[in-house]
């Protein structure tokens, strides 16, 4: 018998295996990075706008401008805190996260809608998304009215959650721009080998890049 382990957690079947009088011999399967997304995997822009219609219609102003503020920064759940009333003012928000600060522009369209977002709702200092007790918001908070919006949007569940508007940008801005070093930068990547797995493309979009090589000329017509 022959049976490979993934995980530490398949060893007490071994040891099971062996109990039994099984002749087992074990191995380790090492597993290469993916370089694509599976499409169930990707959120598109398409799917991006329908979270952000939903978010609208439903009257929840709150998330709909707090998805784009992400998106539209690449910052973390965790750092949305750290745009404030006094960084649309310097049109900058300085980051604090894992002992490092950096700084992140914030572009104009973000400056002009948080403006009126927060004399909309009278928000005056601080953080520009708060509870109904002044508090920052909270990640749970945004992940759990995120998933609410899944029926409504027609949007798998599983594609919806925050880290995956911060992956929505860094693909955007790096098709935009072609500047890998700036994008770190903005991400807040000292290693370069996590922005790269940012970047991996869909599973369609790696296909057609296959299929452009023109490196099958006979195939049977099905």
Not at 8 to 18: C, T, V, Y
Request: hydrophobic letters at 35%; aromatic letters at 10%; one cysteine or more.
């Amino acid at each position: 018998m022959y049976e490979v382990c993934r995980h530490i957690d398949d060893k007490p079947f071994i040891g099971l295996f062996l109990f039994l009088g099984a002749d087992i011999k074990v191995g380790y399967l090492k597993l290469q990075k993916k370089t694509f997304l599976w499409d169930e995997e990707e959120l598109t822009q398409e799917e991006y706008e329908r979270l952000l219609d939903a978010a609208w219609k439903q009257g929840n102003e709150r998330l709909c401008f707090a998805l784009q503020t992400i998106c539209a920064t690449g910052i973390r759940v965790t750092e949305l805190q750290h745009v404030t009333v006094e960084s649309l003012a310097r049109g900058c928000a300085v980051i604090e996260n894992k002992g490092k600060i950096r700084e992140i522009l914030l572009g104009g369209d973000v400056v002009e809608s948080l403006r009126g977002y927060t004399k909309k709702h009278g928000v005056k200092s601080g953080p520009v998304f708060v509870t109904k007790s002044g508090q920052p918001l909270h990640r749970g908070t945004i992940w759990a009215e995120m998933k609410a919006l899944c029926e409504s949007a027609g949007v798998d569940e599983s594609k919806v959650y925050p880290h995956n508007l911060r992956r929505h940008f860094a693909v955007r801005f790096y098709a935009t721009t072609g500047d890998f070093a700036k994008l770190a930068d903005i991400l807040g990547h000292s290693d370069h080998r996590t922005t790269r797995i940012y970047l991996r493309e869909s599973g369609a979009e790696h296909r057609r890049l296959i299929d452009s090589l023109g490196l099958v000329k006979y195939r049977h017509v099905t």
